[in-house]
């Protein structure tokens, strides 16, 4: 069943990060892309580093079941950055990945933002989230922020 059958009944929330689901949703978007990344080195963040003020996670789920997770960083006024977006493995390639990244453009818009960037790997694993980006108005860039240019990373920005 592709994602659109059944999108109004998809709950999109600010996702509670004491939620077990929560949690090891992100916990497997971590390991995975650690394992991934070919220079076993990752921005991604750990669950104390997604609680601060800055930083608002978000969810996708279908009675009751977490679907999908993402998180969107406010780097200052008009500039943020996607983090932690991953889709669990059972509802991969139904259209998740780019409803997520809807909701999280809306909300940025609605924080006032007008510029989204991102880092991902350059490995194969990554593929088909770079393609996802890509596919949306994202275009390489520098990195920024507090990111440090490194072979495995691929920075990528969009305005919203």
Not at 3 to 10: C, F, N, P, R
Not at 95 to 124: K, M, N
Request: charged letters at 20%; a negative charge.
């Amino acid at each position: 069943m592709m994602a659109a059958e059944y999108s109004e009944q998809l709950l999109w929330k600010r996702a509670d990060l004491d939620d077990p689901q929560i949690q090891a949703l992100l916990a497997l978007h971590t390991e995975r892309a650690l394992a991934n990344a070919r220079c076993r080195v990752g921005h991604a963040l750990d669950l104390s580093a997604l609680k601060a003020n800055a930083i608002e996670v978000w969810g996708i789920s279908l009675n009751g079941q977490v679907m999908a997770v993402g998180a969107l960083r406010k780097l200052d006024a008009t500039h943020g950055e996607l983090k932690s977006m991953f889709v669990a493995d059972d509802y991969r390639g139904q259209g998740l990945g780019r409803q997520l990244l809807a909701g999280l453009i809306e909300r940025a818009r609605e924080l006032g933002l007008s510029r989204l960037s991102l880092e991902t790997g350059a490995s194969d694993y990554f593929e088909a989230a770079r393609a996802l980006y890509a596919n949306t108005g994202f275009k390489p860039c520098a990195a920024f922020a507090d990111l440090q240019p490194h072979s495995d990373s691929v920075f990528m920005t969009r305005a919203i």
